[in-house]
């Protein structure tokens, strides 16, 4: 007799949710999608992704990858193919706008590679089936059999049920499945913490960036340091479209922990890189007059003991959600779904039922745990960097230049292969024992 294909529940539907769910089709097992919004959408506008993510997104499914060459865009000059971000001193006062000093340049193979958090969203959501997500779903609590093979149970806001033999959170930064496997919202680690850095974003047409800054700033990603502050600038939208990201840190809490963004006025984007050099100046000129700030959340102060509670795990920013320093988390996000696929497509879990979910989800944490969690904290040491707050290191842009490139190519040098043999191999040690 065939055995009947388990049932995996997705909860959230936002890039990681997606990703997960289309690599367990392609692996052929039945997948519901629970997403609390009305309906598909990612906030934010760039996301990068490095060398592992995209090894990871090939591992996940060819169709994902092939979702992300439709978006990506490049560094637009040829010769900066290979560059992730060129590193400029922000902080000079005496240099010409777009004439800032290189301090030092970081590489990889793949260069930079952003996309448009919606358009990438978009382009994933076609590979989606019909029925699979539901949406206005926002999940009260989970329940589990106390024993056997009964199934999961979310419990939903709207009075509605559903049933699952495993459950996968996939629900970002403010994630209701970590509160509940943590014991509730008040306990340490379900709520994200404030990092003292905000960012300032926006989109400038790119005809304007390069009339302001030069083709090289304005077409090419670029990190501009200085004292307590960095701006990142980078093209999206095929190079029709200069992204800008300020960051700035500030030893004040943030005025209001349920929302992470609010608006602002450009005026506050002057007053915080008022001691800034002329390009800079110039960037923030460009952007519009009302803004958006968004507060650096992540889950550092508290890391999870572990992402899985009996036949529940979190991936993704649902588990250790990460600043954006390293550009990495989405990618990270991805790896995790390449990892999870694998796990739950084997045989042998389907075979042991709920044993094997659990299994799955003891061996994903495992083999997840460190790399992610390292993420999470050197993510923090990198925005430091950054602003030339980092201890021992202060402004001194040859440590800095050592120190990034140590960091990010332990990231980028992550072979997914490696990471799902590693969990299978945990996978079949905890079913034999």
Not at 8 to 16: E, F, K, P, R, T
Not at 305 to 315: D, E, F, M, S, T
Request: glycine share 10%.
């Amino acid at each position: 007799m065939a055995t009947k294909k388990p049932t995996i529940a997705i909860v959230g539907g936002g890039i990681s949710g997606v990703v997960l769910a289309i690599a367990l089709i392609r692996r052929d097992l039945n997948v519901q999608v629970y997403e609390q919004a009305h309906a598909f959408g990612e906030i934010g506008a760039g996301v990068a992704f490095s060398p592992n993510a995209v090894r990871a997104m090939r591992a996940c499914s060819p169709d994902i990858y092939a979702a992300f060459e439709k978006v990506v865009t490049h560094n637009q000059w040829p010769s900066k193919k290979n560059v992730w971000f060129d590193f400029q001193d922000g902080y000079d006062k005496n240099s010409k706008v777009g004439e800032e000093k290189v301090l030092f340049s970081l590489t990889n193979d793949y260069g930079a590679n952003s996309v448009h958090r919606a358009h990438f969203l978009d382009e994933m959501v076609k590979l989606v089936p019909e029925g699979v997500t539901h949406f206005k779903k926002h999940l009260d609590t989970i329940e589990q059999p106390t024993s056997g093979d009964g199934k999961v149970t979310l419990k939903f806001h709207d009075g509605t049920t559903a049933e699952a033999d495993a459950v996968v959170g996939c629900d970002g930064i403010k994630a209701r499945t970590r509160a509940w496997m943590l014991g509730g919202d008040d306990v340490p680690g379900a709520a994200p913490v404030y990092t003292h850095k905000y960012a300032y974003r926006g989109l400038i047409p790119m005809e304007r960036a390069v009339e302001a800054l030069g083709d090289d700033n304005a077409k090419n990603g670029k990190m501009h340091l200085g004292k307590d502050g960095h701006i990142l600038t980078f093209p999206v939208d095929h190079g029709s479209v200069m992204n800008v990201v300020a960051f700035h840190t500030n030893h004040d809490e943030w005025p209001d922990a349920k929302h992470l963004t609010l608006p602002t006025k450009k005026e506050h984007v002057y007053e915080d890189f008022k001691d800034f050099g002329p390009t800079v100046q110039k960037i923030i000129e460009l952007l519009e007059p009302n803004l958006d700030c968004w507060a650096i959340f992540d889950t550092g102060a508290n890391p999870m003991p572990a992402y899985n509670k009996g036949r529940v795990c979190v991936l993704g920013d649902a588990g250790h959600a990460t600043s954006p320093h390293h550009g990495a988390g989405a990618g990270i996000c991805i790896e995790d779904a390449a990892v999870m696929a694998d796990l739950l497509a084997e045989s042998s879990v389907h075979r042991a039922g709920a044993k094997g979910f659990e299994a799955a989800f003891q061996a994903f944490s495992d083999a997840r745990k460190e790399r992610t969690q390292w993420l999470v904290q050197s993510s923090r040491r990198s925005g430091d960097l950054y602003e030339w707050r980092a201890e021992g290191v202060g402004s001194d842009a040859e440590k800095i230049h050592a120190e990034c490139k140590e960091r990010n190519e332990q990231i980028w040098n992550g072979q997914i292969d490696e990471m799902i043999a590693e969990a299978k191999s945990s996978l079949a040690t905890i079913l034999k024992a």
